[in-house]
């Protein structure tokens, strides 16, 4: 009996997928709910498990192509037996008189986008795809990558390959910006260089092309279809974390050796969100396509935005308004964690967002105009926590005091939400953040 492997539905708003790799070929025997294949979609990488085991007997779908959700990717032969569905590359060898065994080709590797072996980084064929930073290090330390064993997924050759090659050779990376004399002496440049600290290295004296990956694209669409969606007006305050900042350094030493991750700033935000929220239910919605109606949620899913170097991902705490601030710091860590590991997140990590924060303070920010994550009505960002003296008011006279300042700015979706409004909603997150009794979530004395 044949089964349809058909792309499903990964996510809201997810309407098609663009097929990235194939882990079983046409011949080959899959397991029920092995990985088959990795998919791409706008919200999310993951890989496809198979929906049942027997041999796959068609790939429909090719590498690179994109499909609707629903279509017919691969079929599948559930009455076929395991032992004669090895892979070609077992099969006996055969004299050249006779028949070729039926399998697939395998491709070639290739290097999407990166430079070509006469390109400078000692690149030869057969090594896999190389991230600008692979052939950045492989070019400061005189390396041919054809002689480095990859460990990445299909033989890719990484940093730490790299890394460790330089260290079993006995040499010492080179760092960025020294320069190589004839008599081997390396001589300091005229001014410090700065360390790398993005994956993208530009040739010196030349130029490189970079196509947008596939999440790059996914990125650029979904902002662009944002701006040009909702009418983004941003609202900021500032607020004062002082108390909080002294809270959290009573409680960060045991809540690491309790929890395994550090505290941060964020979570007493979310806690704040989650609160502000419940005042303004109209922040904690949806905006139809039309334009015609919102629908508001009871339940709050804080979606949290996560840098990495494949671009920008939202993964959701599903219920975060049934949190404490323990709670809500554990499930922002795991979702951020798994978004940082290869396969981590899953599809249904990325869909049911209800509102949105983005942490740019984390990185030193102090104000930016976050963009809307559509359907959604509105998105918080936050500034970074610094130290500024500030004129309060004490035993009823003016004063100044160094205060640790923190700027919140809101996004908001002028269709639905207003400004008085706006200004109420971030009113309510400051008396929070600024007065709230978080000690006693944390077990300890106000």
Known sequence: MSVSVELPRMGENVTEGTIVRWLKQEGEWV??????????????????????????????????????????????????????????????????????????EEEAPTDRGSAT????DGRKEGVGALSPLVRKLARENDVDLADVKGSGRGGRVTKQDVLAFLEERGAKPAKSGQIKTRDAKEVAPARPAAEPASGFAVPSGASEVVPF???????????????????????????????????????????????????????????AVVQAVRAFPEFNAHIDPEATSATLFREVNLGIAVGRDEGLIVPVVKGADGMNLIGIARGINDVATRARTKGGLKPDDVSGGTFTITNGGSFGTLVETPVINQPQAAILGTGAVVKRPIVMTIDGADAIAIRQMMYLYLTYDHRWIDGHKTAQFNARLKAILEEADFASELGLEP
């Open 31 to 104: 397991e029920a709910d092995e990985p088959l294949v990795e998919i791409s979609t706008d919200k999310i990488d993951t890989e496809l498990p198979a929906p049942a085991a027997g041999k796959l007997t068609k790939i429909v779908a090719k590498e690179d192509q994109t499909v609707e959700v629903g279509a017919e990717i691969a079929v599948i032969d559930e009455s076929a037996s395991k032992d004669g569905a090895s892979k070609a590359s077992d099969a006996p060898a055969t004299s050249s008189a006779e028949a070729e065994p039926e399998a697939p």
């Open 117 to 120: 072996a006469n390109g400078g």
């Open 213 to 271: 990956s596939r999440i790059r694209k996914a990125i650029a669409e979904h902002m662009r279809r944002s701006l040009g969606t909702a009418a983004h007006v941003t609202n900021v305050i500032e607020v004062d974390m002082t108390r909080i900042a002294a809270l959290r350094e009573r409680a960060k030493e045991d809540f690491k050796g309790q929890e395994g991750f550090g505290l941060t700033f964020l979570p007493f935000v979310a806690s």
